[in-house]
């Protein structure tokens, strides 16, 4: 670094030296490979296993999405007649 450089330079330089200067913390969604290759080299990882609802499947989300607005309809008219 040279005394000549703009000053937000430097700090853009600066943050970036002490972002990559820290230990890691990573909270892994679903891909357990990438997981498992953090964890060799010494990362925390938090894991959490989702996956897609209905794995992904458009029409059974559709379904699905149907059933549920189908069950909030059936539970605000029992308790609309109660």
């Known amino acids: 670094m040279t005394d000549n450089e703009p000053e937000s330079k430097r ?3 600066e943050k970036k030296e ?12 679903g891909i357990d490979t990438f997981a498992d290759d953090l964890e060799r080299q010494g990362v925390q ?5 989702w996956r897609p609802p209905a794995g992904g499947d458009i029409e059974i989300l559709k379904l699905l999405d149907k059933l549920e607005e189908d069950s909030d309809f059936l539970k605000r008219a029992r308790t609309e007649t109660c």
């Open 45 to 49: 990882v938090v894991k959490v296993d």
């Open 11 to 13: 700090i853009r330089k």
């Open 18 to 29: 002490n972002l990559f200067s820290r230990n890691l913390k990573v909270i892994n969604i």
